[in-house]
């Protein structure tokens, strides 16, 4: 529901970046349709889950939701994948944020569509959307994060062809600097024979993780669909430069989303909490030594051990 009050103190907070439009006064209680705005119009929101019912407030603009969120945490922000209502997201978003204790960024698009093609083309119509944030991002960065303060970026499946189309639409090549710690695409449902060369024309971060399923059923069903195999399910070479590439398959079964909660294996696991709550947090994630993981050959790939 949206209010024009504060929203509680003592709520989980985070902002979303959406270019869904906004109809305050919806007949049919849809608040953020399954569209493109008007001109890409971008809302800014903060949310806040109140028991079992979510508080919207409408912002100003990008500053004033970073000033509610940015309470000295590290800052996350996450681009989700196909098939999301505004509902979904907001759960999504929430879990991430308790699960990793950290100030979330949601950009959100609309991606609840009928097929997955359709979904492609609108990551395309919406790319300025996220070049724009980026922007955005990488001011506020420089101007007002604290030292030791960390920003990060987690791409989950079709949100990872935002980052790539960012390099194919050229936008990639106005971006100087450093804008992220780490950069995580997760189950990217990205070709994956292309992948090197464009994803080592990206060098807004700190750090690169590329992180795959082998067996992700949902994967294996987008591959199907557009022709190629995705990167969240088989790394073809040339690799990226710089990226590290993490191999879940034997931990994580056929699942497409395993960094929210949703599975026990998430828990029972030493390996989840290593990999994602520290790329999260914008640190480093060394695998060398844990005997979590063992490397294959010479390559930036690493394979989880089975029966941690």
């Known amino acids: 529901m949206l209010t024009e009050d504060p929203l509680p103190e003592t709520a989980q907070k985070f902002l979303i970046v959406s270019n869904r439009p906004y109809i305050p006064d919806a007949p049919d209680g849809e608040l953020f349709p399954n569209e493109v705005s008007e001109f890409r119009k971008v809302s ?4 806040a889950c109140d028991g ?3 508080l919207l407030k409408e912002l100003d603009g ?3 939701g970073m000033k509610a969120i940015d309470n000295g945490r590290d ?5 989700h994948g196909h098939g999301k209502s505004m509902p979904a997201v907001l759960t999504r978003g929430f879990q991430i944020a308790d699960r990793y204790d950290v100030s979330m960024i949601l950009f959100d698009w609309p991606s609840f569509n009928s097929n997955f093609n359709k979904s492609l083309s609108r990551v395309r119509r919406c790319g300025v959307n996220y070049y724009n944030l980026l922007l955005q991002l990488q001011e506020y960065r420089s101007s007002n994060m604290q030292s030791g303060q960390h920003l990060s970026m987690l791409l989950h499946s079709l949100g990872n062809y935002f980052l790539t189309h960012l390099v194919v639409n050229g936008n990639n090549q ?3 600097g450093k804008i992220f710690d780490n950069i995580i695409m997760n189950s990217a449902a990205i070709r994956s024979r292309e992948h090197g060369e464009v994803l080592s024309q990206i060098g807004m971060q700190e750090n690169l993780y590329v992180i795959f399923n082998k067996n992700d059923k949902v994967l294996r069903g987008a591959h199907l669909l557009t022709a190629g195999k995705m990167l969240g399910n088989v790394v073809m070479e040339p690799l990226a430069k ?4 993490f191999d879940f398959t034997a931990v994580a079964g056929t699942q497409h989303t395993y960094f929210a909660g949703y599975h026990q294996f998430e828990f029972d696991l030493q390996v989840f909490e290593q990999v994602f709550d520290m790329a999260f947090h914008g640190g480093r994630v060394e695998l060398a030594g844990s005997g979590l993981f063992s490397q294959k050959g010479d390559q930036p790939i690493w394979v989880v051990n089975d029966g941690q």
């Open 174 to 176: 106005y971006i100087e």
């Open 62 to 64: 990008f500053t004033e």
């Open 242 to 245: 710089g990226a590290s590439y």
């Open 75 to 79: 800052i996350l922000l996450f681009v």
């Open 52 to 54: 079992d019912k979510w």
């Open 44 to 47: 800014y929101l903060l949310a």
